[in-house]
């Protein structure tokens, strides 16, 4: 049974690029959520996807953006990267779009922006 | 607002004694809590679920709820090298109206165990 995946796994952009992650939830799960999560701090949500559609979002700018397709896959993209968008940034799937269902973490993307 | 709050660590404890990690949450309406373990460099590992008051005991690891305190948290019994790590203490909660959840995070606490 696949856990979630997420690709690449490393990432150098320079300011003001694009970037696009992507991310596989595990078997079974149709939820998928994004995180941020900066040296040293916990993770921060940024959104989450659950049949096609951002259902909720965190405090980030619209510079972020995501889609969800039908195989429950998903992707992030970062437009006018910034220093500031370096970061871990995790996929977590969780099942049947249910409230307190838990939620499991792919291994992440380091994104680096010079 | 909803904050989660975690001991400042970092925490050191020797092989074979008890860990002891805590957290509060500001939201009265949270309804599950968790406990996610982090090694240096990797992804959050879900370890522990808890959703009503009292105990939960998995293995070496116990999660505490008090819901009316607003606190929770994890114990290490025989803690081990291999369980330094930092340690995020993580609630969920739905917006109004959703019925779906977001996690909210701690800082986290680090803990060394040494032999």
């Known amino acids: 049974d696949a856990g979630v995946t997420q690709s690449p796994t490393h990432l150098i952009k320079t300011r003001g690029q694009q970037v696009t992650l992507r991310c596989s939830p595990k078997?079974?799960?149709?939820?998928v959520s994004w995180y941020q999560q900066a040296l040293g701090q916990g993770p921060q949500f940024i959104f989450q996807?659950?049949?096609?559609?951002?259902?909720q979002r965190g405090n980030f700018p619209d510079r972020f953006s995501g889609h969800q397709f039908p195989n429950y896959s998903s992707e992030l993209n970062v437009n006018a990267l910034l220093l500031g968008d370096s970061a871990l940034y995790l996929c977590?799937?969780?099942?049947?779009?249910?409230?307190?269902?838990?939620?499991?973490f792919g291994p992440g993307t380091r994104l680096t922006v010079l | 607002q909803k904050e989660v709050e975690q001991n400042s660590g970092p925490l050191s404890v020797p092989e074979g004694a008890i860990a002891s990690l805590n957290c509060t949450y500001s939201?009265?309406?949270?309804?599950?809590f968790f406990w996610y373990r982090q090694y240096s460099g990797k992804s959050p590992e879900l370890i522990m679920s808890?959703?009503?008051?009292g105990d939960k005991e998995d293995g070496r690891f116990t999660a505490q709820l008090n819901k009316a305190s607003q606190y929770v948290s994890l114990l290490i019994r025989d803690s081990q090298p291999s369980d330094s790590a930092t340690y995020l203490c993580?609630?969920?909660?739905?917006?109004?109206?959703?019925?779906?959840?977001?996690?909210?995070f701690g800082r986290g606490t680090q803990l060394t165990v040494w032999p």
């Open positions: 977590a799937s969780s099942p049947q779009g249910l409230t307190y269902n838990e939620q499991f």
């Open positions: 078997s079974g799960h149709d939820t």
């Open positions: 996807y659950y049949e096609e559609e951002e259902r």
């Open positions: 939201d009265r309406v949270s309804q599950s």
């Open positions: 808890i959703y009503s008051n």
């Open positions: 993580a609630v969920i909660q739905a917006d109004r109206g959703s019925t779906l959840g977001r996690l909210y």
